[in-house]
């Protein structure tokens, strides 16, 4: 294998200052010793970095060489944990600076796992530097990155995949299967439900604040050593400086999700970017619009948010419309709070409904005739909607909170039966079939084949996301071109698809 330490220190902080205006032509696949695996860098080890690498530790085409990371306890104990996989006295290389990993002619491909805000940047140029990528989604920060992402897989041929891992789920293939298939008629409604648990909050992001409880500014300063004044701006990247806050980036080797940045404006884009790029995901492939989107957006008619730190915003309740392809009549998509089901279909002929562990199937009705209201919805939860007409459900216990446990085989008997059944029409649907996210992006790296979920799907996804946050963030509606990727008509509260300001010379150029 490739000293990649060695190359590592050759090219250290001359590669970041040399790094623009290297080589952009398409780039073709460096070509193997035998024996020798794909390298893989992974850029980002918070604790969905952690979970990806030893996703990418398991494959067995590609193997682990370089950890970047700006905080240095997270990068050293990924490193360790790489060394101790392999257990072959190789030393895994580490890194400060994502351009340094860019630079090396020998990292075959990257995978990014930082937050939103700097996901495209380090895509495109990733892909300019000949690397193969594979990004956590939401895919972008904004709609415009989502297309500049698009544009560069097209000039750079490399291959992509977004981290929309239900795509690879069994529970949600059978699920889009069955609407792409017809086995529910005509779709003209969808439900795609997330937030907060319990609560009917949890939609948009939130305005800009320094500290999560400015009381205690002082004490959420801590840990700011630890980065150093070049770590926390690196960090920054292209959002605007603001003061460091453990709470918006927690240093070291933690075990929770870090929220605060999610909802921050400037990195993130709430739980419409963090559960909405799945079960939006979900809705936009069973109704088949990966290569199109919505024409309308409908502002939310839910009461305003008194929590102070939402900024007033509306939580959930906004909806979207597309055009079908099926019979070209309108399909409204409603954001509804956190429940049972992730993503709700509504046919002529039936519903089906999908979350993880979770699938049912109700069919010889018209689901369409009445609006899907708060009683029809309630109904679904608990399955006591139309019970005579379900044809499968497995509404329980399925797997532990972890998902990766399984409780009972009930939701296996589901599939089992739901695929049997309409066998001809899952078969008519004809989706990509793919075991794992990881696994089917490892595959296509040496196949060179289009992954499950490139960067016209994940960024098609991400739009979704984000026109669900402009929507509650400039409490408005408004027209859009699906083609264009962009605002039609009037414009009146001078919403943008760009990100406003790049800080330090971030900008994206394709």
Not at 44 to 55: K, V
Not at 84 to 93: E, F, H, L, R, T
Not at 330 to 349: A, C, K, Q, R, S
């Amino acid at each position: 294998m490739t000293n990649i330490n060695r190359r590592g220190f050759l090219f250290g902080s001359a590669a970041a200052a040399a790094f623009v205006g290297c080589s952009t032509a398409k780039a073709g696949v460096r070509e193997l010793k035998p024996g020798e695996k794909r390298n893989v860098a992974m850029i980002g080890t918070g604790i969905q970095g952690r979970f990806l690498r030893d996703e990418f530790l398991r494959q067995k085409n590609v193997r682990v060489v370089a950890i970047c990371d700006v905080d240095k306890a997270r990068r050293e104990d990924s490193a360790a944990a790489v060394d101790a996989y392999y257990k072959d006295g190789s030393k895994c290389a580490t890194y400060a600076d994502f351009r340094d990993v860019l630079a090396i002619p020998e990292i075959d491909a990257v995978c990014i796992a930082t937050p939103d805000h700097w996901h495209a940047y380090i895509s495109v140029e990733a892909m300019k530097h000949g690397k193969d990528v594979y990004c956590e989604k939401p895919m972008t920060f904004s709609i415009d990155e989502a297309k500049k992402v698009i544009a560069a897989q097209k000039k750079y041929g490399r291959v992509f995949q977004t981290g929309s891992m239900q795509r690879s789920w069994r529970v949600f293939r059978t699920a889009a299967a069955l609407v792409r298939g017809g086995v529910i008629g005509n779709v003209r409604f969808v439900d795609a439900n997330y937030g907060r648990g319990g609560e009917k909050l949890g939609g948009p992001s939130h305005p800009i604040r320094f500290f999560d409880v400015p009381a205690d500014a002082a004490k959420e300063s801590e840990g700011y050593e630890l980065l150093g004044e070049k770590g926390w701006d690196m960090w920054l990247g292209p959002a605007k400086w603001r003061p460091y806050s453990n709470q918006l980036a927690p240093v070291g080797v933690n075990k929770f999700f870090p929220m605060f940045w999610r909802f921050d404006d400037d990195i993130g884009s709430g739980y419409n970017g963090d559960w909405g790029a799945h079960h939006l995901d979900i809705a936009q492939w069973g109704i088949d619009m990966d290569d199109s989107g919505p024409y309308k957006v409908i502002c939310s008619e839910e009461p305003h948010s008194t929590d102070l730190f939402h900024g007033g915003r509306r939580q959930f309740g906004m909806r979207m419309l597309f055009k079908s392809k099926q019979d070209g009549k309108d399909i409204e998509l409603y954001h509804g709070p956190f429940g049972v089901w992730g993503t709700v279909f509504y046919g002529t002929n039936g519903i089906v409904a999908v979350n993880r562990g979770k699938i049912a199937v109700w069919t010889g009705f018209d689901a369409t005739a009445v609006k899907p209201n708060e009683e029809i919805r309630k109904g679904l939860q608990d399955v006591t909607y139309m019970k005579d007409s379900i044809v499968a459900e497995s509404v329980g216990k399925d797997y532990g909170t972890d998902m990766a446990v399984k409780a009972d085989d009930r939701l296996d008997k589901a599939l089992d039966l739901l695929e049997k059944k309409f066998a001809a029409e899952i078969k008519k649907a004809g989706l990509y079939e793919s075991p794992n996210q990881i696994q089917n992006f490892c595959e296509c790296v040496d196949s060179r084949k289009m992954t499950i979920s490139p960067a016209e799907v994940g960024g098609r996804s991400c739009t979704l996301c984000l026109l669900c946050n402009m929507s509650y963030v400039y409490d408005t509606g408004f027209d859009w071109d699906p083609v264009k990727m962009e605002i039609a008509g009037a414009n009146p509260k001078g919403i943008s698809i760009k990100r406003d300001h790049y800080r330090n010379g971030w900008e994206i150029e394709v």
